[in-house]
């Protein structure tokens, strides 16, 4: 990859999925000043982190699908997406699936992937990471919050990425028990950024698979695809 093409890749990436500098940043684990160097050209990315800026920038381009259900699905009045047969495929929140003899919670052609993290932008850059890979994404900031959405079946994911240090009563492994209590053999993916001995223990203890910040985007990508299969 050529430096001035890269130079525009990292830009055009960053604006075509609404991501600052900061974000972008947060996510592959470098300081803001790095990501505006790269952009500016005075400053070429290390051999590691190269191999998760191709992670990113090799990415498929967001559907026209994956936007159309995203869009609905975080519409803030009664909308939906309905299939020939009358079966929901996508909707937001204050849809009625009941009123018109619909039956069960919204089942996307695309995987739901419930991302839990509290970290605003590591949130914005893993929920655009998921649309180029077409998935779609649901977040919460607490593991309270998720495992209500699923109790109340506002939501029906797929797999779980939850970090292990959430705000609130509950971490990572607690909250994967409890949605897994709820959706028996929910896939889950932890993520940590600080593995202290302590910590280390509950995940192993766990059994859950486990992926240390800053992420590896390629590491990310064949998780989800090894528990969620495409059969398309």
Known sequence: MEEADLQERILRFRKECGLSQHDLASFLGVGQRTVSRWERGVDQPSIT???????????????????????VRRALVPLAII????????????????????????????????????????????????????FLSVEAVRGEAAVAMVAKREVSPDIAIIDFLLPGGM?????????????????????????????MRKISASGLPLITKPVDVGALRVALETFVPRTA
């Open 83 to 134: 299939d020939g047969g009358g079966e929901v495929l996508a909707a937001s929140a204050s849809f009625d699936r009941t009123a018109l003899g619909w039956q069960d919670a919204s089942r996307s052609t695309l995987p739901t992937v419930l991302v839990i993290e509290d970290d605003e932008s590591i949130l914005r850059a893993t929920r655009a990471v998921l649309k180029r890979w077409n």
């Open 49 to 71: 982190i190269m191999a998760r800026l191709r992670a990113l920038l090799d990415s498929q381009d967001v559907s026209p699908l994956s936007l159309a259900y995203d869009v």
């Open 171 to 199: 971490d990572g492994v607690d909250t994967a028990s409890y949605l897994r209590q709820i959706i028996p053999g929910l896939p889950v993916l932890l993520i940590t950024g600080e593995a202290t001995p302590e910590r």
